[in-house]
């Protein structure tokens, strides 16, 4: 009987709804892989609950501008079911790795694709027990996040890995492979390059020759950066990637957004680029979200209608931004053969 292999899909989470917005942010703040409070980890979460409910009001009312709870949720689902339909063809099965017997069949792994939020459920606690009880034990790992923070994916694979160490795991016997990062998977750059070219043909001809591309991508504390972080090096690998394939002959500008809190952040800041931007007589616009791979807030709210507000303030006549990566096929594709790979890997491992 063929194996089944776990794949976990790791995402950031976010509020079902608005009464999940104080619970969400508490878990976010509690998290000292992006934010570490005074006076240690013991006291923590008593400052994040704090902080959670002095912000509620605020992050309640930008949800309620895009329906009321993070469309993160849904996508991240349909984006594991598309993976899973993928892994699962039998037309994709590679027969130089799995050897096919009688009647065309093949040895190959089935596969079954879950998800894991770092700050809402399905936990990585939750997910590890589904799969325990559908009796998986190779499991792949792969985030959401193409680039590499310990803020986002060294949080989500440490938090993954502490849920491990629950004795019922143990005996059971996962064996966890992580996939760490793809900023310059092939794949990867070129469904987020046709995502592009779509929005850039979109726009007006005036757009097209006097239009700024503005790539946006999540801020980071400068201190991350300054202990070894390679987040920055992977955003500039991706937004080089897709220079290199779309080959537009407008300007482009790199900025971060989403800067929270008293520490200095990378920057520029996306905010002040636009009003730099429009200061300076630019008034076409077209903003790529860097480090995104499905719709959420910082996108929706943040990009969409703050930034777009600022924008149009500023004098810029045309604001326009990609549709998110979400379910795109060749992104899809991006995903199964990094699982493939890792699955391919383990089993010349095993066979060694």
Same mark, same amino acid.
């Given at each position: 009987m063929p194996e089944t292999i776990g794949v976990v899909l790791f995402n950031m989470g976010g509020p079902e709804n608005l009464d999940a917005v104080e619970p969400f942010l508490v878990n976010v703040f509690s998290d000292r892989a992006i934010i570490e409070l005074p006076l240690g980890a013991v006291v923590q979460p008593i400052f994040a609950r704090v902080i959670a409910r002095a912000r509620r009001g605020s992050v309640r009312r930008n949800y309620e501008g895009i329906g009321g709870g993070s469309p993160q949720l849904p996508l @991240?689902?349909?984006?594991?079911?598309?993976?899973?339909?993928?892994?699962?063809?039998?037309?994709?099965?590679?027969?130089? /790795?799995?050897?096919?017997?009688?009647?065309?069949?093949?040895?190959? =792994? @089935?596969?079954? +694709?879950? /998800?894991?939020? $770092?700050? /809402?459920? =399905?936990?990585?606690?939750? @997910?590890?027990?589904?799969?325990?009880? $559908?009796?998986i034990h190779r499991v792949i790992t792969v985030p959401l996040y193409p680039h590499y923070s310990r803020a986002t994916t060294g949080s989500s694979q440490a938090d993954f890995d502490r849920a491990l160490t629950d004795t019922r795991w143990r005996r059971h016997g996962f064996d966890v492979t992580h996939? &760490?990062?793809?900023?310059?998977?092939?794949?990867y750059l070129e469904a987020f390059a046709s995502r592009i070219r779509e929005a850039y043909d979109a726009m007006t001809p005036e757009g097209r020759r006097d239009g700024v591309i503005l790539f946006s991508a999540h801020g980071l504390p400068q201190k991350f950066v300054d202990s070894g972080d390679p987040y920055v090096t992977h955003i500039e690998a991706t937004r080089q990637g897709l220079l290199d394939r779309l080959r537009l002959p407008n300007r482009q500008v790199l900025a971060y957004q989403s800067r929270t809190g008293p520490v200095r952040w990378i920057g520029p800041g996306t905010e002040e680029t636009i009003e730099e931007l429009?200061?300076?007589? +630019?008034? &076409?616009?077209?903003? +790529?979200?860097?480090?995104? +791979?499905?719709?959420? %807030?910082? /996108?929706?709210?943040? %990009?969409?209608?703050?930034?777009?507000?600022?924008?149009?303030?500023?004098? %810029?006549?045309?604001? $326009? $931004? =990609?549709?998110?990566?979400? @379910? &795109?096929?060749?992104?899809?594709?991006s995903l199964a053969r990094q699982v493939e790979r890792v699955a391919a890997a383990q089993r010349v491992a095993a066979a060694q």
């Open positions: @991240t689902r349909a984006q594991a079911e598309a993976l899973e339909e993928r892994l699962n063809r039998s037309d994709k099965w590679d027969s130089h /790795t799995y050897p096919r017997h009688a009647a065309d069949k093949c040895d190959c =792994p @089935t596969y079954s +694709v879950f /998800t894991a939020f $770092r700050y /809402t459920r =399905p936990s990585a606690a939750d @997910t590890l027990e589904a799969m325990a009880g $559908r009796g996939v &760490h990062s793809y900023p310059d998977d092939p794949l429009a200061a300076a007589g +630019v008034k &076409h616009l077209l903003v +790529v979200p860097l480090s995104f +791979v499905s719709d959420h %807030i910082e /996108t929706l709210y943040e %990009i969409d209608q703050l930034f777009g507000e600022a924008a149009r303030k500023a004098g %810029i006549i045309e604001y $326009r $931004r =990609p549709e998110a990566l979400n @379910t &795109h096929p060749q992104f899809i594709e």
